[in-house]
């Protein structure tokens, strides 16, 4: 049996996510990855650099030689292809327990949800769980709303 750490497609995702926040080149992006992943996961010219070559035929990032290097950028294709694979992103960084966006958005902790939660559906009552939602909803409203006004100074 295999012992990879990442599953069918999901370097390349991992790359595409990692660009999104920053340019990097091959060699950064392989320090990034071992710091995210590490010591589970080492990271490969022989891994990254065809991920990167991948991601660049299917014009999902591009890459601007300068001093040697190529520095390598999400594509607004790229940045729409994350966008698709939210879900599975989500479902990886559950797995792995990484979260490998550092800007948070609401949407990226809502993905991560559902695929922590996602395991359990038929298995939970539903009118429990929209009470639960509901109810969090509410809390995160009143946070919102409390923090906006100590903004204002109110």
């Known amino acids: 049996m295999s012992r990879r750490f990442f599953r069918h497609g999901e370097l390349p995702l991992v790359v595409l996510a990692l660009l999104a926040e920053r340019p990097m080149h091959g060699y950064e ?85 559902k695929a922590r939660l996602s395991p359990l559906s038929g298995r939970v009552d539903l009118t429990i769980v929209e009470s639960i939602l509901e109810r969090a909803a509410t809390e995160i409203e009143d946070q919102n709303r409390s923090t906006t006004q100590e903004a204002k100074g109110t």
């Open 29 to 113: 992006l392989m320090s990034e990855l071992s710091r995210l992943f590490g010591p589970r996961y080492r990271p490969s010219p022989g891994s990254v650099y065809p991920a990167l070559e991948a991601l660049e035929a299917e014009q999902l990032l591009s890459g601007e030689a300068d001093s040697g290097r190529t520095t390598y950028r999400t594509t607004a294709d790229g940045a729409e292809a994350l966008e698709t694979r939210a879900d599975d992103l989500a479902a990886l960084e559950f797995r792995t327990g990484v979260c490998v966006q550092g800007a948070e958005s609401l949407d990226a902790a809502l993905a991560r949800f």
